[in-house]
């Protein structure tokens, strides 16, 4: 996108966005900025991580005309975007780009099949910028980290298209070759909690009870501030983590539970987002559990659907829990909680050779930490059998 036909301002992921040690992206104003990370150790670097391997790998063409599909790269515009939404200045240059974004629906090469061989990146709840423009680009390719994001436009002919995938790894955490360490932690949960939001509020019901039973084996709390590293670690040290929706459906949290090893423990509903759900086996290595008392909190809308909206309905905010649809039907391996105190006993009672299982079928999904090197790792792979024999620009 950052060609000159397209008109858009300059966009350097060096000059323009930084990453704190959290894996958030910091919007960058005022050159030479903070250099507290680069660009592309933030969590929803995914697109860079993903056009690094595919201009690396033998289907890459830099002809447009020729490709069999074509990768929108306009990472370095969405992440600008994703800085702004969190600053107080507001610099995003919004109708320049989005001009840009109509000169590439007018290429003669995207109206060969009215887009349907271009693929879009959407790598943030609220990257937003493809909600402008629903009809032009309703017969693409989405990737998204949760399937909410494309519920804003109107199905197209009844399907809308779309991928979800799990958000990057901050890469600035140099682990190297980690040694096993003993999990000696059985429950672990650290997350933004607040009283507002459905899921917000499960993830307080949760930290309260299991904080307050004082148990070094049981490690959960609200908003802490420790670093992206000191997470990792204990994560490692954890053979159970819950994994929670937040004030959307999708959280960074259940990539660094995978690659740390620990069996994740969905919670719900409203359910967390599962990626790549048509080919990964969540049932596999991951525990379900329906929390019962949640169906005594009042609230305006369901709390999971498990169809599809209608065609033509869409979404008036990735925050409405009507449209946190679970990616797999899952149902049938429910375990159903009374409540939150009948969680420890409930994971502490699992046969030890069940465990063991489940976590050997973490690590086969849990690719390699370097993204562009990893033929394991799920969203590679994906696209390695999407473009296998095909060329893409």
């Not at 320049?96 to 009215?114: A, C, I, N, P, T």
Request: proline share 7%; with cysteine.
């Amino acid at each position: 996108m950052s060609d000159p036909v397209f008109g858009m301002p300059p966009c350097v992921p060096e000059q323009k966005i930084v990453a704190d040690d959290k894996g958030q992206i910091i919007t960058c104003t005022k050159p030479p900025c903070e250099q507290r990370g680069s660009h592309n150790i933030s969590h929803f670097a995914g697109p860079y991580w993903l056009q690094h391997y595919l201009k690396s790998s033998k289907y890459y063409t830099s002809d447009i005309s020729s490709a069999d599909a074509v990768l929108v790269y306009d990472y370095c515009y969405v992440q600008w975007m994703i800085g702004d939404v969190h600053s107080n200045e507001r610099l995003f240059p919004h109708l320049d780009v989005y001009k840009g974004y109509q000169r590439l629906s007018r290429l003669r090469r995207f109206g060969k099949h009215e887009g349907e061989d271009f693929v879009f990146f959407e790598p943030h709840p609220l990257s937003g910028i493809y909600s402008q423009f629903c009809k032009d680009y309703s017969r693409s390719l989405h990737l998204v980290v949760e399937a909410p994001i494309r519920y804003y436009c109107p199905a197209d002919e009844g399907r809308r298209s779309f991928l979800v995938v799990p958000y990057s790894s901050p890469e600035f955490v140099d682990d190297g070759d980690v040694a096993e360490v003993e999990r000696d932690i059985d429950v672990f949960f650290q997350g933004h909690c607040s009283d507002h939001m459905l899921a917000l509020a499960v993830r307080k019901y949760a930290v309260e009870y299991l904080d307050g039973l004082k148990l070094p084996s049981v490690q959960a709390g609200c908003d802490k501030s420790n670093s992206h590293k000191e997470l990792r670690g204990t994560l490692r040290r954890s053979k159970f983590c819950l994994v929670i929706a937040g004030e959307t459906a999708s959280t960074r949290r259940l990539t660094d539970v995978m690659l740390a090893g620990c069996i994740p423990v969905f919670l719900g509903p409203p359910w967390h987002s599962l990626p790549l759900a048509q080919w990964v086996n969540y049932s596999s290595f991951a525990i379900f559990l329906e929390l019962a008392a949640i169906r005594e909190v009042k609230m305006e809308t369901p709390a999971v659907a498990l169809l599809e909206p209608k065609p033509g309905k869409t979404a008036k905010s990735v925050y409405d829990h009507s449209w946190w649809i679970l990616d797999a039907d899952v149902s049938s391996h429910f375990r159903t909680i009374a409540n939150i105190s009948e969680l420890l006993p409930l994971l502490k009672a699992m046969p030890a050779e069940e465990v063991a299982r489940k976590q050997a079928n973490v690590e086969k999904y849990k690719g390699p930490r370097a993204l562009p090197s990893s033929k394991k790792n799920p969203i590679l792979s994906f696209f390695q059998g999407l473009f296998r024999g095909s060329s893409t620009a």
